[in-house]
């Protein structure tokens, strides 16, 4: 998607502009991908995480859950 890539490339270039180290992945890994995400952003010494959400609400939530809620609830790092 052009509308993502370009949003994802200006974030990452304003985070370089003040200094900040940019590494940024799709990382995805089943059946436990929070645990997958948490255990890398520990491997590359991440400081912070930074990810979307499908914005599941309601029954879907409950059935589906979230993988950024249970990413911000094992990450060492803030998760925003």
Do not use: W
């Not at 490339?9 to 995805?28: F, H, I």
């Amino acid at each position: 998607n052009e509308v993502l890539d370009s949003f994802l490339t200006q974030g990452r270039q304003t985070a370089q502009q003040v200094g900040l180290k940019v590494v940024s992945t799709e990382y995805v890994t089943y059946p436990e991908p929070a645990a997958a995400i948490c255990s890398y952003a520990d491997e590359i010494q991440a400081s912070l995480i930074v990810m979307g959400s499908h914005g599941y609400q309601g029954l879907a939530k409950l059935l589906i859950g979230s993988v950024s809620e249970q990413v911000f609830k094992q990450a060492s790092q803030p998760v925003i």
